[in-house]
């Protein structure tokens, strides 16, 4: 007879993912192991069989999870309506936001994406291209003057907001909403206006 679920699979999987995580992010991938991932997560490695093949298996659960939900919360905010500036203003906002408590999830994605197979990094990468396709999108909306029918320029400014975001993000990881919608604003305002509309 098959092994049945158990009620809570799906948050001990969660909690899998994120012990994981920051092993992957203290220890780095490469020098993880099995038996770390089970102290951390407090369960036996056997256990931790029962829900992941390998550590292969559970770097890309949490890519995946990580950027996908990331995306969606980021594509999926409730931006219909608002004027362009507002909408960038608000989107900028919502990264910010969904970045907090996900310190341990971007060390891995920056340090360890490469280690999954070539067909997996290409779903991740189209996770991180539609992001930046939806910001040139904005960016586009509030200045198509600015950028005209200069791709380049486009994805050099696209680029330089993620720069500053997530520069916010790794040097500031404990701020609270308050904090990080301020800076969102900053990084809107010299994004609209540059250093003399500030």
Not at 90 to 95: A, E
Request: aromatic share 8%; with cysteine.
């Amino acid at each position: 007879m098959a092994r049945t679920i158990a009620k809570d699979h799906d948050q001990k999987r969660a909690q899998i993912l994120k012990s994981a995580a920051h092993v992957f992010a203290r220890e780095g991938f490469d020098r993880a192991s099995m038996t770390q991932l089970a102290r951390e997560c407090g369960i036996s490695k056997a256990n931790i069989y029962h829900y992941y093949s390998s550590k292969d298996a559970i770097l890309f659960d949490i890519l995946d999870s990580y950027l996908s939900g990331l995306r969606d919360r980021i594509l999926g905010g409730e931006t219909q309506g608002l004027a362009p500036e507002e909408r960038l203003r608000r989107v900028m906002r919502d990264i910010l936001n969904a970045y907090k408590g996900a310190d341990d999830e971007h060390q891995v994605q920056i340090n360890a994406l490469s280690a999954l197979p070539e067909d997996q990094q290409r779903q991740m990468r189209a996770y991180q291209r539609d992001m930046v396709r939806f910001m040139s999108d904005l960016l586009r909306d509030v200045a198509p003057e600015a950028f005209g029918n200069d791709p380049a320029r486009l994805r050099a400014a696209t680029m330089s907001v993620f720069g500053m975001l997530n520069w916010y993000f790794m040097w500031s990881a404990d701020a609270d909403t308050a904090a990080r919608e301020a800076y969102a604003d900053l990084v809107c305002d010299l994004t609209l206006n540059g250093v003399r509309g500030l």
